[in-house]
């Protein structure tokens, strides 16, 4: 994997106090990363890093959009990014022994570094913004967004699906409201 030399951010040189960094992100920034389960990411994530003295304090603004398929009838649609992400960097001497730390919110690189790279906290961050099931969001008038037709023919093969049934259990609907 080629590092993302554009999401260094030198800490050495920044006052104490807060920055603020912005970073368009596009499917080519994915690249890097795999095979996605969206495309046409189109995002924008904003970061406040705030330097302290052993610690910075950085907070993702995640927004934009980004097209997936539909869990339900296969179709596209544009989902909508967006989230807030908290992340604490601390300054350590021996970051590998801090790694063991369970905590996902807190980070740890080396004391003698002077860069920090957010471009994997970007990847991840984009990726927790995006849910784990896709569906059409409802229309309106409060139908499902979903292709009517395919709605149509799940529910046609759920019914079959039905009458299908095993009558070896046929007995056991007598006690299902008790």
């Known amino acids: 994997m080629k590092p993302l030399r554009e999401f260094d951010i030198p800490f050495v040189g920044l006052t ?3 920055h603020s960094f912005e970073y368009q992100i596009t499917d080519s920034f994915f690249e890097n990363y795999g095979e996605q389960d969206f495309r ?3 995002a924008t994530v904003k970061l406040q890093f705030d330097k302290k003295a052993s610690f910075f304090m950085l907070k993702f603004e995640i927004g934009g959009k980004a097209m997936v398929d ?10 909508r990014l967006w ?8 300054l350590v001497d021996n970051p590998e022994e801090m790694s063991n730390d369970e905590d996902p919110d807190v980070a740890y690189i080396a004391r003698t570094e002077s860069h920090v790279n957010v471009a994997d906290w970007i990847y991840e961050f984009i990726n927790l913004s995006i849910p784990m099931q896709h ?3 409802d229309l309106p008038d409060g139908r499902p ?12 093969m759920s019914q079959q699906e039905e009458e299908k049934s095993n009558p070896i259990w046929k ?6 409201n008790n």
Do not use: T, Y
């Open 135 to 137: 569906i059409h969001p």
């Open 145 to 156: 967004g979903c292709d009517p037709e395919v709605l149509a023919m799940l529910a046609k």
């Open 171 to 176: 007995g056991l609907d007598k006690f299902k």
């Open 70 to 79: 539909c869990d339900r009838c296969g179709a596209p649609f544009e989902l």
């Open 16 to 18: 104490p106090g807060v």
């Open 40 to 42: 046409d990411c189109q």
């Open 83 to 90: 989230d807030d992400f908290h992340l604490v960097v601390k």
